[in-house]
């Protein structure tokens, strides 16, 4: 064997198994198909991580990144293409090679699910924000639009308009998706909700300034000015590894693990947001230190204080 366990992601959870592998005594090895740090590297501030009254979300993946390379060999620009069970063991290829290890951890991670419209890419950071608990401070008292319509959407606008934003909701369907409870908090906080509406293109120069929005029902088209849009249409778990070793999944994509980190696969753990739950970078911290230390059970190497 190459390496005694393998983690594939280079976030909170991944950097986080590294070390606790790494000073557990186990030989361990990181891959990372871009620079590392996942979507935290999107948030413009942390104000909720223990120990940082305020952070860049760049800021707290180097401090990661760093603290991690000190224990654990870190491959970034290295992507896991495929996996599959050998003897007693798991094989990897890479964009750069073939290895063998012991035990895997999955810590890949989600994407934003995105309208995929015009001006969306390019305004992304600048008005277009996935996350109100990360970004909602920043449009205190200005116009904000909430995209979806699920119990998510309808929590991130109840939330915005807490803070202080003046909030508007589009969905495409004649009704709201989401708890019926929500829906009335909304309509009694005055929450404007325009429903049989799609958002068609973000329009502006450094900025989000407005958008194009159609009525599916009529196909009228009009413009919305707004200063920023929070788009809550879900999340895609990057899961597809997972496939390929027959991990259970959920209905929605996300790894199963149990309370300890495993999947139904022997020597295969997963940890972070592609396990779905909660989905903070201390949870995500958490799951990956469980998981590093649950490894040891298929190691042969019982960690003294776990």
Known sequence: MDYELAIIGAGPAGYTAGIYASRAGI????????????????????????????????????????????????????????????TDGIQLTTSQGTYTTKSLLICTGTEHRTLQIPGEKELRGRGISYCATCDGFFFKGKKVLVVGGGNSALIEALYLQQIGCKVSLIHRRDVLRGEAALEKQMRTKGITIILNSVIEQIIGDTKVEKVQIRNVATHTKKYLPTDGIFISIGDIPQSSLARHLDIKLDDKGYITVDSSQRTNIKGVYAAGDVTGGIKQIITACAQGAVAALTSTEVLGKQYPYY
Request: proline share 2%.
């Open 27 to 86: 030989k361990s090895i990181i891959f990372e198909k871009n620079q590392g740090g996942g979507l935290v590297n999107e948030a413009p501030l942390i104000e909720n991580y223990t120990g940082f009254d305020r952070i860049t979300g760049i800021e707290l993946m180097n401090k990661m990144k760093q603290h991690a390379q000190q224990w654990v060999n870190i491959k970034e620009n290295e992507e896991v293409l495929k996996n599959k069970k050998i």
